[in-house]
């Protein structure tokens, strides 16, 4: 997302500004009376020369001195103003006042000043892009992207601390009979439905995914292939045992799991989950509804 789209909405109306030959107490004023933090100072052809904010009152209040607020604003803005552009994007932004400690800065479209905006909302914006970026938006687990570099991530440390990690692969069996029969809003209470349980069954510490469709993936860190076996065969055997109701129906599913554990001639994370998935595959064609398992 860049700044054009986070600002859409917004109009150069919203742009509060103040000349640098007004007094303090205007500032104070207008700040209070919009309940914003900050005003662009404006000279009188229209250019941006300068910031002023709440932060910046603060050494005025403390001096406890009412002939003060007659000071004009240039006496305590921020001059060599930092600014950036529509096309920006919303990380590069919040990077770029992390790292100059603004608070909040101007946006120009073509050199034209646009608005501004503040740290604290664009923090809010990034974090909501994150969490959008990073979730599945149907179960709230972690998608492909972030499963596979938490994978990547417990790999290296498995590898380093020399201690056990195993991975599953989950897949609900005929689950496309689901969809065709009772519908797709049925098939999402049931991926919701069985997300909880992965939830519910898993310790705090193993990392679950969506994958995509009716694939889940799990990893399990300090845990070798017995306990991740027991760990999905209890899984297993909630869903196989849990129908999922939907309005006035029961609907009965079933999971096929692969697992996989690190070994020394396992490669990497990646290939660690091809086994599990290889195994979910052979769960499948064994009849389904089961856990199988083999060191990578």
């Known amino acids: 997302m860049n700044i054009d789209t986070f600002m859409a909405g917004r109009t150069d109306a919203d742009v509060l500004s103040i000349l640098p030959t007004a007094p ?29 904010s709440e932060r910046d009152l603060i050494p005025v209040f403390a001096r406890a001195d009412a002939m003060a607020f007659d000071d004009p604003v240039s006496s305590i803005m921020t001059k060599n103003v930092v600014t950036c552009t529509v096309e920006d994007e919303v ?19 073509g050199g034209v000043l646009r608005g501004m905006i503040s740290i604290r909302e664009l923090s809010r914006a990034y974090d909501m892009l994150m969490h959008q ?60 439905a069985v997300s909880d349980a992965l939830i519910l069954e898993f310790r705090s510490i193993d990392l679950v995914g969506r994958l995509g469709g009716e694939e889940f993936a799990v990893i399990f860190p300090e845990t070798d292939l017995s306990g991740a076996f027991t760990a999905c065969e209890r899984l297993r055997d909630v869903v196989a045992s849990t129908p999922v109701e939907v309005d006035d129906l029961l609907i ?38 089961r856990v199988l398992s083999k060191a990578a």
């Not at 009376?33 to 000279?43: K, N, Y």
């Open 24 to 52: 303090l107490s205007q500032v104070a004023e207008t700040l209070t009376s919009h309940g914003i933090g900050a005003l662009v100072v404006l000279d009188d052809f229209g250019n941006l020369v300068g910031i002023v």
């Open 91 to 109: 990380g590069y932004v919040l990077r770029l006042m992390t790292t100059n400690n603004i608070r909040h800065i101007p946006v120009k479209r």
């Open 252 to 289: 009965n599913v079933t999971a096929s799991i692969g697992i996989a554990t690190l070994q020394e001639e396992s490669e990497n994370g990646m290939a660690l989950l091809e086994e599990a998935d290889a195994r979910l595959l052979a769960a499948k064609s064994a009849g389904r509804n």
């Open 133 to 192: 970026a990073n979730t599945d938006p149907l179960t709230e687990l972690s998608n492909r992207r972030p499963f596979l570099k938490n994978l990547k991530t417990e790999f290296a440390r498995a590898r380093r601390t020399q201690r056990p990690l195993s991975v599953a692969m989950i897949d609900l069996d005929h689950f496309k009979q689901v969809n065709d029969t009772y519908g797709h809003a049925a098939g999402d209470a049931v991926l919701r």
